[in-house]
């Protein structure tokens, strides 16, 4: 049978090639998780502290919404702002939490925290907009903003602030170039650092003097173990919040998050959304407004987490690690591994396959001076954690 010409033409003539847009770093993390998977396969056992994820499942209150939303077919599109009743119990929250009673007109349900950032970034900046991220951070700031035309502007932070933004840093980053926007996070990921109210209300104040667009990001709030976490909500109504389910509820799968927009902006993101992803999923939805009725549940998991956080706070450095940023909050701690390397991606791949203790390596996170740095996460079990001290102090000690 002869090929038609067109059908011969068509594949030696054209090759579609990626767009620059799409030439971002890989998020790190990620390929440690399939190098772990690739041992695992062999029928290795690996410790993951590499992966920001729950090991608990979300609430049963959750399941069980979901699954009774199941059997009576409820998986329709919604509102493009997420389901109402939903919006009004995420507002709720606020004022459970927070003392501040939230207008749920302000609410818009997203796609994880992953969506909200899209369409915050999407729905407050043109491109070529330079928008400000504190560094050591969260790789995919960086990587979205640029996915969509904007400058990220790393600032790089510092222990005597304790590796949070403040307002000299900001004006700093200001007056080389313009700023747009800045975007911060309480508590951080990866350090676990987090910022009090009145840091928090001191680089908001600057900001808006500035003219700079304020972003919170707030997905580990609920996971706080120096002091309470403080709601961008509650120092400005010009903030924009981003949150998710995916931490605190344990609901990474689940794929759903929320944003507080700023009065009169959430017809802005309601646009967006609805030609983006027209809604978020039904399910995740149902189960979302459920969760919140699992609070006594979630709360005994992050007892886990505080425990673990002792587990590894107390020994580790009688491994051999002995120095960690301030590990506030989220279920991260941020180790320096300077006196063993300076090349901390090949010393996690190293530790990985000598003793099956998966970490991310700092590269992720910061270009700074990420080299010198690993992530480890505690959101797993305490034997897990225990057992992980041993692996370590074990590879560490063959030098």
Not at 26 to 31: A, G, N, Q, R, S
Not at 188 to 210: I, Q
């Amino acid at each position: 049978m002869t090929t038609p010409s067109f059908a011969r033409s068509t594949s030696s003539l054209f090759m579609p090639t990626p767009s620059r847009r799409s030439e971002v770093a890989p998020f790190i993390v990620m390929d440690v998780m399939e190098h772990a998977a690739r041992i695992e396969a062999g029928g290795g056992r690996v410790i993951h502290l590499e992966v920001g994820q729950p090991a608990a499942s979300a609430p049963l209150t959750a399941r069980k919404a979901a699954a009774a939303a199941l059997e009576t077919g409820q998986a329709g599109y919604t509102a493009a702002l997420g389901i109402p009743s939903l919006r009004a119990r995420i507002a709720r929250h606020y004022a459970e939490q927070h003392g501040f009673e939230l207008d749920p007109e302000r609410v818009v349900v997203t796609n994880g925290s992953s969506g909200g950032f899209i369409l915050a970034f999407l729905g407050l900046f043109e491109a070529g907009d330079r928008v400000a991220i504190a560094s050591p951070g969260y790789p995919p700031y960086r990587h979205v903003l640029s996915a969509l035309g904007c400058e990220p502007v790393l600032i790089e932070t510092r222990a005597e602030d304790r590796y949070a933004l403040t307002p000299e840093l900001l004006t700093a980053a200001h007056r080389k170039a313009p700023l747009k926007g800045v975007l911060v996070a309480s508590p951080a990921n990866p350090t676990g650092t987090m910022m009090d109210r009145a840091a928090l209300s001191a680089l908001h104040a600057c900001a808006r003097e500035l003219g700079i667009v304020f972003i919170s990001d707030e997905i580990y709030h609920g996971l706080d173990y120096a002091f309470p976490a403080v709601s961008a909500v509650e120092i400005g109504d010009d903030v924009t919040v981003i949150n998710s389910f995916s931490k605190y509820f344990c609901m990474t799968g689940w794929r759903v998050g929320w944003m507080v927009m700023p009065p009169g902006l959430s017809r802005t993101v309601e646009r967006l959304q609805q030609n983006l992803s027209i809604s978020v999923p039904t399910l995740s939805q149902i189960a979302a407004e459920a969760a919140f009725d699992g609070r006594a549940e979630m709360d005994g998991v992050k007892r886990g987490y505080e425990e673990n956080r002792r587990i590894l706070t107390q020994g580790l450095p009688g491994a051999g690690l002995k120095h960690f940023l301030p590990a506030d909050g989220a279920f991260y701690l941020y180790a320096d591994v300077s006196a063993f390397t300076d090349d901390s991606a090949a010393f996690a791949t190293r530790m990985l396959d000598e003793v099956h203790v998966a970490t991310t390596p700092g590269v992720d996170f910061d270009p700074f001076h990420g080299r010198r740095f690993l992530r480890l996460s505690y959101a797993g079990s305490a034997a897990d954690m225990r057992e992980a001290v041993e692996r370590i102090g074990a590879f560490l000690a063959r030098g």
